[in-house]
């Protein structure tokens, strides 16, 4: 893996164990509590930034590596307002259907799939030569690179981060 990407997939993950232990920290019956009925409780929160990186991960598992070398990263209008809307977080933003996490979800199952998630980012990191190797063609956001795909992440977490919690 390029030095670069292993930074950016290290401090991810530093990230994402800090949140699970922020959604601890609270008592119990906070963890899963729904501040109204059209927000996510902590737990949701964790299980949809897994569910939203596994199906980004698993869009990647799509295109092969010598399929991706001959391609150039070509993000769209989509993915570059939603990055930046992610990183502003001074909004509510809708939530795509297949990333709501289902009713129920606990919060071990939260981490353990943010953490295969997180496996196969690092699969998927590990064979890209720089960080604009293109590693992804995925509807709506485009062909995007390595370093495309951890902005996204890296816009998402923030987004959540800045409005825990929920």
């Known amino acids: 893996m390029h030095l670069q990407l292993r930074n ?11 949140f699970i232990a922020r959604i601890k920290a609270l008592p119990v019956e906070a963890q899963s509590h729904r501040p109204s009925p059209n927000r996510f409780s902590p737990v949701e929160v964790a299980m949809h930034l897994a569910l939203s990186q596994r199906a980004s991960t ?8 010598e399929t991706a070398k001959a391609m150039h990263p070509r993000p769209t209008f989509l993915y570059k307002q939603t990055v930046a809307n992610l990183k502003a ?3 509510w933003l809708p939530t795509f259907g297949a990333r709501v ?9 939260a ?4 953490d295969w998630a997180q496996s196969d980012l690092k699969s998927l990191l590990e064979w890209a030569e720089h960080p604009q190797s293109v590693v ?3 509807f ?3 062909v995007l690179s390595a370093a495309q795909l951890l902005d996204l992440f890296d816009a998402h977490l923030h987004y959540h981060e800045a409005r825990f919690p929920v």
């Open 8 to 18: 950016r997939f290290e401090a991810l993950e530093e990230r994402k164990k800090a």
């Open 58 to 65: 698993e869009a990647a598992k799509k295109l092969r590596p």
């Open 89 to 91: 977080a001074n909004r």
């Open 101 to 109: 996490p289902s009713a129920g979800s606990t919060l071990d199952q």
């Open 111 to 114: 981490e353990q799939t943010w």
């Open 136 to 138: 992804t063609k995925e």
């Open 140 to 142: 709506p956001f485009g």
